[in-house]
């Protein structure tokens, strides 16, 4: 009998976005360490597989001013993860970290002293950039166009991998009295020579618990799907459907086999958000106001002009689309988001959307800007979680609650039982590295 496929869980918390509700009364500072720790200590009381933190290199900008909708004044990931490490257990601990900005072997070393202390719970998400707004803030600037940056970013996993692996897993060993000693010949000598790295010699520290910190990578473009099937453990993306969840998993599973890796040995994680109520309709009516919390007047605005490219501070958030066109040569209104590509095909497909449902800019925003992955009573968001990892569409997600530190605690004493209910998730830990818990071999 084949064995029931079990889901896979993490805990998102929140950086620069809209999704968290900032002014609800509920929401908690970020950047007190009591707010971090309780998103994860309530992760780990769930039994999730991993906490991960989104990270930013340059607060972003709306017409020359500081989007004050965004976070402002958020800690480093690494140092507040290692601090996790000290009041977590088993829960694994996952941070953004830049490949464009930091360079491996500091890199590396950072990574393998968070898997040291936290006893082999360490992840990497690996993201890149090419904008040159964020690239300011570092010597070498912007400079790296899309294909460079993915090019830079491989080379340093593989490097990054060299060095962990540069030492044997029995270059320290014990001695009869508890003492420790090394096998000078089991400590290898690493020499890099790349188009983008050139490093030579050993590195500090010994292979960490679980072998070496688990891989994310974070995309659903061609480039990004290419870089996850060769390199990562695990990829945060994002669908609105089931079926769009199959044909995304199916292409990068297919993409495994020419890079020697089994579809097992890469978990598909998409982001995902829930609401929740003790009947269909109030779960219904909490998913919509969450929403219009999320996309108030200002956001709608905010992201309408980072379609049209002009300043529409003028326009009624409440009222109709302006009926001025995009202007396609202005860049300078948002600074520090994901650019667009085609902003002439985005508008004209949002104002389709909006003359075909009668939307106001507002109603528009919220409709094309994501909804709630899961809405139901805790049985009904229990169910859709395990038939969409059943049905290959995912085979877990990063849950993304929209409020910190709290918004996860819910989720966790209402859907989190119904799910080992159906033996669909784990009733306790049966390891404890993060390899183990995502069951990468």
Same mark, same amino acid.
């Given at each position: 009998?084949?064995?029931?496929?079990?889901?896979?869980?993490?805990?998102?918390?929140?950086?620069?976005?809209?999704?968290?509700?900032?002014?609800?009364?509920?929401?908690?500072?970020?950047?007190?360490?009591?707010?971090?720790?309780?998103?994860?200590?309530?992760?780990?009381?769930?039994?999730?597989?991993?906490?991960?933190?989104?990270?930013?290199?340059?607060?972003?900008?709306?017409?020359?001013?500081?989007?004050?909708?965004?976070?402002?004044?958020?800690?480093?990931?690494?140092?507040?993860?290692?601090?996790?490490?000290?009041?977590?257990?088993?829960?694994?601990?996952?941070?953004?970290?830049?490949?464009?900005?930091?360079?491996?072997?500091?890199?590396?070393?950072?990574?393998?002293?968070?898997?040291?202390?936290?006893?082999?719970?360490?992840?990497?998400?690996?993201?890149?950039?090419?904008?040159? /707004? +964020? @690239?300011?803030?570092?010597?070498?600037? *912007?400079?790296?166009?899309? !294909? $460079?940056?993915?090019? %830079?970013? #491989?080379?340093?996993?593989?490097?990054?991998?060299?060095?962990?692996?540069?030492?044997?897993?029995?270059?320290?060993?014990?001695?009869?009295?508890?003492?420790?000693?090394?096998?000078?010949?089991?400590?290898?000598?690493?020499?890099?020579?790349?188009?983008?790295?050139?490093?030579?010699?050993?590195?500090?520290?010994?292979?960490?618990?679980?072998?070496?910190?688990?891989?994310?990578?974070?995309?659903?473009?061609?480039?990004?799907?290419?870089?996850?099937?060769?390199?990562?453990?695990?990829? /945060? +993306? @994002?669908?609105?459907?089931?079926?769009? *969840?199959?044909?995304?998993? !199916? $292409?990068?599973?297919? %993409?495994? #086999?020419?890079?020697?890796?089994?579809?097992?040995?890469?978990?598909?994680?998409?982001?995902?958000?829930?609401?929740?109520?003790?009947?269909?309709?109030?779960?219904?009516?909490?998913?919509?106001?969450?929403?219009?919390?999320?996309?108030?007047?200002?956001?709608?605005?905010?992201?309408?002009?980072?379609?049209?490219?002009?300043?529409?501070?003028?326009?009624?958030?409440?009222?109709?689309?302006?009926?001025?066109?995009?202007?396609?040569?202005?860049?300078?209104?948002?600074?520090?988001?994901?650019?667009?590509?085609?902003?002439?095909?985005?508008?004209?497909?949002?104002?389709?959307?909006?003359?075909?449902?009668?939307?106001?800019?507002?109603?528009?925003?919220?409709?094309?800007?994501?909804?709630?992955?899961?809405?139901?009573?805790?049985?009904?968001?229990?169910?859709?979680?395990?038939?969409?990892?059943?049905?290959?569409?995912?085979?877990?997600?990063?849950?993304?609650?929209?409020?910190?530190?709290?918004?996860?605690?819910?989720?966790?004493?209402?859907?989190?039982?119904?799910?080992?209910?159906?033996?669909?998730?784990?009733?306790?830990?049966?390891?404890?590295?993060?390899?183990?818990?995502?069951?990468?071999?």
């Amino acid at each position: 009998m084949t064995a029931r496929k079990q889901v896979h869980l993490a805990a998102h918390f929140p950086g620069v976005n809209n999704h968290t509700v900032w002014a609800d009364p509920r929401s908690g500072s970020q950047i007190d360490f009591a707010s971090f720790a309780h998103l994860a200590r309530t992760a780990e009381r769930g039994r999730f597989d991993f906490f991960f933190l989104a990270e930013g290199l340059r607060l972003r900008e709306l017409k020359g001013r500081i989007h004050d909708l965004d976070v402002v004044g958020r800690p480093e990931s690494l140092t507040v993860l290692s601090a996790l490490a000290a009041v977590t257990h088993r829960l694994g601990l996952a941070g953004t970290v830049n490949t464009t900005f930091n360079e491996p072997y500091e890199l590396a070393r950072r990574l393998a002293t968070l898997d040291h202390l936290s006893g082999g719970r360490a992840g990497w998400n690996v993201v890149t950039t090419s904008d040159a /707004f +964020t @690239g300011a803030n570092f010597r070498r600037g *912007g400079y790296l166009d899309r !294909a $460079d940056r993915y090019e %830079r970013a #491989a080379e340093f996993v593989r490097l990054a991998r060299e060095l962990w692996d540069s030492w044997r897993p029995d270059a320290v060993l014990a001695d009869r009295v508890g003492g420790r000693f090394l096998r000078q010949d089991a400590i290898g000598t690493v020499a890099h020579h790349g188009p983008h790295f050139s490093v030579e010699g050993r590195f500090t520290l010994p292979r960490g618990p679980q072998g070496r910190p688990v891989i994310i990578q974070a995309g659903d473009s061609g480039e990004g799907r290419e870089f996850a099937a060769a390199h990562a453990d695990v990829i /945060f +993306t @994002g669908h609105g459907s089931l079926e769009e *969840g199959r044909r995304f998993y !199916a $292409d990068v599973k297919g %993409r495994l #086999a020419r890079y020697g890796r089994e579809p097992h040995q890469l978990k598909i994680m998409p982001g995902a958000t829930y609401a929740l109520g003790d009947t269909e309709e109030e779960a219904a009516e909490n998913a919509a106001h969450i929403r219009r919390a999320q996309v108030g007047p200002q956001t709608a605005i905010a992201f309408l002009e980072q379609v049209w490219g002009r300043d529409l501070s003028a326009y009624d958030p409440d009222g109709p689309l302006p009926d001025v066109d995009p202007d396609l040569s202005e860049t300078g209104v948002s600074q520090g988001r994901v650019a667009i590509k085609d902003r002439a095909a985005v508008a004209a497909k949002w104002r389709a959307l909006a003359e075909e449902k009668h939307l106001t800019i507002r109603e528009l925003v919220i409709e094309m800007t994501g909804r709630q992955t899961f809405i139901g009573t805790p049985r009904t968001v229990a169910r859709l979680i395990d038939e969409h990892v059943r049905a290959d569409a995912a085979d877990g997600f990063i849950l993304i609650p929209h409020l910190t530190p709290g918004g996860l605690d819910d989720f966790v004493a209402r859907v989190v039982p119904l799910l080992q209910e159906r033996g669909a998730f784990r009733a306790d830990y049966t390891g404890t590295t993060l390899r183990e818990h995502l069951d990468l071999r």
